[in-house]
């Protein structure tokens, strides 16, 4: 998207501090949490939490990044052939979708399972975006799902049962 100057004569746009700030405290929450993490393996010298960390260090960036150019005053627009309905309002439907699918693990993962929980947040997240695939999602989930605690698990970080469901 590209930058556009703000308009002339007019009053200056109103500038969303909280979402620089709402980035920044995120990256330092995350970070934060990377210390808590056990290292239950030392594969090439790093446990789970270094990508922890290394996310929130790139959330913080962003955040700071975000403040700079709200205090400079930078706005955005979408392009218009991007984007024909860029007047339309936020989806609140699609915002708490996502929202669903990545709140999901903090509620399930330990009595569904890694995977399955994987595959419905995974669905959430696509239906949010549009898609009204749900078996396909579910699937798609799933084989990701499965697929990240096969390897996380042959790196010796246990992600809990497969099912643990099924007993």
Do not use: C
């Not at 308009?7 to 995120?26: C, H, N, Q, Y």
């Not at 962003?62 to 309002?89: H, K, S, Y």
């Not at 509620?107 to 898609?131: M, Q």
């Amino acid at each position: 998207m590209p930058p556009i100057d703000e308009p002339r004569g007019g009053a200056a746009p109103p500038r969303p501090w909280w979402i620089g700030l709402a980035v920044l405290a995120m990256g330092l929450v995350w970070i934060y949490g990377a210390t808590s993490i056990q290292s239950t393996t030392a594969f090439v010298g790093m446990g789970p939490e270094v990508m922890v960390a290394a996310v929130g260090v790139g959330l913080v960036v962003l955040g700071v990044l975000l403040l700079v150019q709200i205090r400079q005053g930078v706005t955005f627009r979408p392009q218009e052939e991007e984007n024909a309905d860029a007047d339309a309002p936020p989806s609140r439907r699609a915002f708490l979708l996502s929202l669903a699918g990545v709140a999901l693990p903090l509620a399930t993962i330990r009595w569904l399972g890694f995977p399955l929980t994987a595959a419905v947040g995974f669905t959430l997240v696509t239906h949010a975006f549009g898609s009204h695939r749900t078996l396909f999602d579910l699937a798609v989930g799933a084989a990701l799902g499965g697929g990240a605690w096969f390897m996380f698990s042959k790196l010796g970080i246990d992600l809990g049962p497969f099912l643990p469901l099924i007993r």
